[in-house]
């Protein structure tokens, strides 16, 4: 099928995948974000990036204006509560608008689930792609199982846990059947549905060639990376348990970590092969799967991660045209002897392995309570380590705003009484460049005033210190710098 092509969630871990696999085939692009500074800077010079939210209906008639087919890859999985709502009333906006405006094909990826009582996650994207049905516009609904990449949810759960646990304490949902499909697998199915020649719409069931379940993913990833592992079942841990558990040993946050393991509990395997008659992918198997994700995760740079979407780490927060008269701000300046290009390098690379320049035990306690809380914790890390653009995560926070060599704005996505930013600007003056790092928290109510001066001696402690290093860090490039200009220069 020729024609304009919109894809939704294209900062999510399949949208991302999706937009460079469509952008080398050079087909006609528009993508629709509700941040477009969060994708600007990585699509092709060719790909349109609009704004829209599905959530507001007023925004999508210019984002599917001229659109031949769209791609539904959008869900509230990340959100505190009401997703369920949230997806239903997004589905319904977007098809009312695709209609109007003489879509001819969505394209939608939902989950591949067996039984009738379905967790709420489940359920919920089986209801989406009904009421995108419901339009008239033909859809055709790929109903996955587990996806097996490099970057995605499931197999950051599993390579954490084998990793870092010798011995584990697993449930009974750990032995439940699944059909995981690669992440190339899937995105070849996502491709083909473009011209698959259909005039209604069609729900396909999609997997790998092998079932197994997560205990077995486990252990083949085990087996894969040279690792003894052993597995010890108990019969009773709740949802919540388990999620608080993972929270603590992987990447997953309590949250989404909870919805995650509600739908692992039910069976997720192929039970119509329609797929394999209408499609010509013939997916790998399970050993073939894993081995490409290992080898996709050794490379220093994954194209896409679970966390990447903005809307991970739950509701946006946007400090630009907010205002509050409880505003709290922490300001601090200091000069270095270094150019503003030099001053600014420290900044870049913040955050991650790398740390945060002082007390950096605080900051893994302060992840630690966010954790425990439900919040996204730091085990997300920071999945670019020399590089930043808008809307990336990094650790408990997320890039809300960068100017390269000049500014860095972090929106704050742990759990907090209030809203929290933290700001990096650097300016040139006569000796060198002056660093000002800002920390701004909009509380909410008594309690949110109560957190901002029980932390504060903290909060001024390890600011004092981290602008102090992030200084000397600065005078040392500097310093390095000009030790080989100088060595260039006596050659």
Partial sequence: MKGLILLTGATGYIGGRLRVALEDLGVPLRCMARKPAALQSRVDPTTEVVEGDILDPSTLERALEGVVTAYYLVHSMGAKEGF????????????????RAGVQRIIYTGALANGDDLSPHLRSRHEVGAILRESGVPVIELQASIVLGAGSLSFEMIRAL??????????????????????????????ESLALPVQASRVFQVGGADQVSYGGLMREYARQRGLRRMMIRVPVLTPRLSSLWLGLVTPLYARVGRKLIESIKHPSVVCNQDALGVFGVRPQGLRESMSAALLAEKRELVESRWCDAVSSGGELVNSEGTTSHNRLVDSREVSVHATPVDAFEPIRRIGGDRGWYAHDWLWKVRGFLDLLVG???????????????????????????????????????????????????????????TIRQTAFFDPVGIVGLGYWYLVYPLHRMVFSAMLSNIAAAAEGVADQRNVSAGARAEK
């Fill in 84 to 99: 369920e709502e949230r997806d239903r009333v997004g589905a319904r906006n977007f098809a009312t608008a695709a209609k």
């Fill in 162 to 191: 084998v990793e870092r646990l010798p011995i584990m304490i697993t449930p009974r949902w750990v032995e439940v059947q699944a059909q995981p499909i690669a992440i190339a697998d899937l995105l070849a199915y996502l491709i």
């Fill in 375 to 433: 919040g996204v914790g730091v085990r997300r890390g920071r999945p670019l380590p020399d590089e930043l653009h808008v809307g990336a995560p990094l650790d408990f926070w997320r890039v809300e705003a960068y100017e390269p060599d000049r500014f860095l704005r972090l929106s704050a996505e742990m759990k907090l009484p209030g809203r929290a930013w933290l700001e990096f600007e650097v300016r040139p003056h006569p000796d060198g460049a």
